[in-house]
């Protein structure tokens, strides 16, 4: 009988114990450097056990800072909490990537209230008006987390109707934790909402490189067989995570990836060199995760810059000579505004997009410099950091869903 292929992949020798323990999706049941954070979210949504309205918090940080997995614990303790001592809060959590219109995310929150009844097809303002029913009817204080909140293409819409339906309420109450990795979001918002949304603010700082070191040594100890990572290993990955991000996912997927090379090459040890191997296709991994996280303008702002390098658009100096990639300031603008206006999106203005481009520069995805001799006039020149066509189709992917 002719052997299974899948004999030899069941059957090899592996370098870990429980592989899971290493996904981004894992929730660890400690989490260090974040005690502080802890207290001050429990303390900011503790009044709903006290059947009052907590007040609104949005939670800001770079991607792999512990935001949404602090949350989620949090949100995991209070609702334990309130089971067991028959308190009014419940809780729901809305990922606003996947449930990206007010629509979708009203839809998303009440299936964690009516797990048995089907919404689909009913208008925006009916789901709207059955999540207050059941706040008031039942006298819940509910706290509602929207995780990515800047995905969400009316946003504005979606916030000032949450943060405006306790005054509609004559029992119970809803709350509201926004997670971002825009820092400069709120700024975005209309004043009108940002002025009934913004109670509280918190900003997670990205881990130092003890910090990752000793994140990593828990995970390590639950998810590789014993003596099969070196002390060594976990401190590169550590150190280069610090270095580049000061992100834990980053640090955690390092070892990961390590731990398959070590597995593909029959290997019984994680050492330095397969972590060091293991960075470039994590960065990369990284790099694309962030793309598919940042704010749809922003999106086709870095569409806008990866169509025209795709195309061979460059620079050519007033010597004659051609660089390719290079592209000025006003032309991506233009086709900024082209893309926009074709997938009947709002234009951002000349302002914004500056500081889009910043945003972008300080991401890593793209390089700027001064335009500087052998150019007319006096703009910046932009390039990106990565490969084009990598990042005109992940774009794609994004946009043209």
Known sequence: MQKNIFESVMGGQTVFLDRNIMSPHYTPQKLPFRESQIKEITEIIGNTLQGKRANNLFVYGKVGTGKTVTVKYVMHQLEQFAQQHNASAETTYVNCRT???KYKVLLSA??????????IGFSAAFVYEKLLEYANKNKK????TLDEV???????????ALSRSNDELEAGSISIIGISNNLLFKERLDPRTTSSLCEKEMVFSPYN???LKAILEDRVLKAFKKEAISNSAINCAAALAAQETGDARTAVMLLLRAGELADQANKNCVTDDEVKRAKRKVEEEIIFNMIKTLPSQQQLVLYAISSLTVNNKGVRRITGAHEDGVLFSGEIYDEYKRIAKSLEQNIIS??????????????????TTPSGKGIRGSTRLIKLGFE??????TLEKELFK
Do not use: C, M
Request: proline share 4%; aromatic share 14%.
């Open 99 to 101: 449930h990206n219109s």
């Open 110 to 119: 009440l299936r964690k209230f009516y797990p048995e009844e089907n919404f």
């Open 141 to 144: 204080q509910i706290v509602l």
């Open 150 to 160: 800047d995905k969400v293409k009316d946003v504005d819409e979606l916030i000032y």
């Open 209 to 211: 490189a003890p910090e």
């Open 350 to 367: 000349s302002r914004w997009y500056r500081q889009y481009i910043s945003e972008l520069e300080i991401y890593g995805l793209i390089l």
């Open 388 to 393: 084009a066509k990598k990042i005109k189709d």
